[in-house]
């Protein structure tokens, strides 16, 4: 890949997942006639200079590509290891110097929400957003950072909580996320059809509150 002139972030939708429990894949679920994939692009894709996603196989590559057209694509090189998995592989080919990470199963997903975590950042490694756990698939972190960890030796991650666990971040705390996502919209993931719903649901709210 030719470098990209001037300072620059990398934004990277995790679309791995199984999707055991909705029974499809959830990245391709529509939701209000786009698909979820789409949203969740369009919700970070404007804060980096590109855009990775990374997947579980390459025949999704080709169904992906044609909502993606920009995207670069990285596949899982160990199956079956989650998030963790999609973290390693987009850290390996980021050009930004900042990697934004998103799952790809959250189509309320705000942009509003990178921005305030970007803002957060400071000179920390890492910043995540913190409910009653932290959430470390919907960040920012310092590329640099994570190549430090995932290039030296280490014990084999189970998690990208565990990933944080090791980096000097800042969490983002509940009352700073409703500044500027009040009913927390962007923590809301299809894991199942009552999810789908709930979606829907809110969707419906904000159209007749418009």
Same mark, same amino acid.
């Given at each position: 890949?030719?470098?990209?002139?001037?300072?620059?972030?990398? &934004?990277?939708?995790? *679309? +791995?997942?199984?999707?055991r429990?909705?029974?499809?894949?959830? *990245?391709l679920?529509?939701?209000? +006639?786009?698909? =979820?994939?789409?949203?969740? *692009?369009?919700?970070?894709?404007?804060? +980096?200079?590109?855009?990775?996603?990374?997947?579980?196989? #390459?025949?999704? #590559?080709?169904?992906?590509?044609? $909502?993606?057209?920009?995207? &670069?694509?990285?596949? !899982?090189?160990?199956?079956?290891?989650?998030? =963790?998995?999609?973290? =390693?592989?987009?850290?390996?080919?980021?050009?930004?110097?900042?990697?934004l990470?998103?799952?790809?199963?959250?189509?309320?997903? /705000?942009?509003?929400?990178?921005? $305030?975590?970007?803002?957060?950042?400071?000179?920390h490694?890492? *910043?995540?957003p913190?409910?009653?756990?932290?959430?470390?698939?919907?960040?920012?972190?310092?590329?640099? #950072?994570l190549?430090?960890?995932?290039? +030296?030796?280490?014990?084999?991650?189970?998690?990208?909580?565990?990933?944080?666990?090791?980096?000097?971040?800042?969490?983002?705390?509940? !009352?700073?996320? /409703?500044?500027?996502?009040? /009913?927390?919209?962007?923590?809301?993931?299809?894991?199942?059809?009552?999810?789908l719903?709930?979606?829907?649901?809110?969707? /419906?709210?904000?159209?007749?509150? #418009?």
């Amino acid at each position: 890949m030719r470098p990209i002139p001037g300072s620059v972030d990398t &934004a990277l939708i995790l *679309a +791995g997942g199984s999707s055991r429990r909705l029974g499809r894949p959830k *990245a391709l679920e529509v939701v209000a +006639g786009k698909t =979820i994939v789409e949203r969740v *692009a369009q919700a970070i894709a404007p804060f +980096g200079g590109e855009l990775v996603v990374s997947i579980a196989d #390459a025949p999704m #590559a080709e169904t992906l590509k044609r $909502l993606l057209p920009t995207a &670069a694509f990285v596949i !899982d090189r160990r199956p079956g290891k989650g998030p =963790i998995e999609g973290i =390693i592989r987009g850290t390996e080919v980021a050009r930004g110097e900042r990697l934004l990470v998103a799952p790809c199963d959250a189509p309320l997903l /705000r942009p509003e929400l990178y921005r $305030l975590l970007l803002a957060s950042l400071g000179a920390h490694d890492a *910043a995540v957003p913190r409910l009653d756990v932290f959430d470390p698939v919907r960040a920012v972190y310092r590329t640099a #950072a994570l190549r430090g960890i995932l290039s +030296g030796p280490m014990v084999d991650l189970p998690s990208p909580s565990s990933l944080v666990d090791r980096l000097d971040a800042v969490f983002v705390l509940e !009352d700073q996320l /409703r500044t500027v996502d009040p /009913r927390l919209d962007s923590f809301l993931d299809v894991n199942d059809p009552s999810d789908l719903e709930t979606v829907l649901t809110r969707l /419906r709210s904000i159209s007749h509150s #418009a």
